[in-house]
């Protein structure tokens, strides 16, 4: 599968703002999603991801309560919302497939969307 995530930009702490991931192939629905950022000089990290059918979420402590995942299989996209943005925040966004629910490590996701800068000011 490939990935393509869009959507990324600049915006005001305080702010929202909603990234897309786009997939190819028919096995989209077959993939746990997931989403993963990543600072110059820094390990990439896990944000969130989303079970096949989007019945499970799970996100890391950092985001939680202010980003929601989301998927729509019949569109083969993933979303990541985020709300209440911080500085910290800034990083290029990663969308990624797993096989495996609970994947919260990058080297257990097969395939990687090319990433997109979200930068957050204050």
């Known amino acids: 599968v490939q990935l393509q995530a869009f959507r990324g930009g600049l915006v005001q702490a305080g702010g929202s703002l909603r990234l897309s991931c786009a997939a190819s192939g028919r096995t989209f629905s077959s993939y746990v999603m997931g989403w993963f950022r990543q600072v110059p000089g820094k390990e990439r990290e896990f944000v969130a991801a989303?079970?096949?059918?989007?019945?499970?979420?799970s996100y890391a402590d950092s985001v939680k309560d202010r980003f929601t995942i989301s998927r729509d299989n019949a569109a083969n996209t993933v979303y990541l919302q985020m709300d209440s943005l911080k500085p910290e925040d800034t990083a290029v966004y990663y969308c990624?497939?797993?096989?495996?629910?609970?994947?919260?490590?990058?080297?257990?996701?097969?395939?990687w969307g090319h990433g997109t800068l979200v930068t957050v000011f204050s």
């Open positions: 990624a497939a797993a096989r495996r629910w609970g994947a919260k490590e990058p080297v257990e996701y097969d395939y």
């Open positions: 989303i079970s096949r059918n989007g019945g499970f979420t």
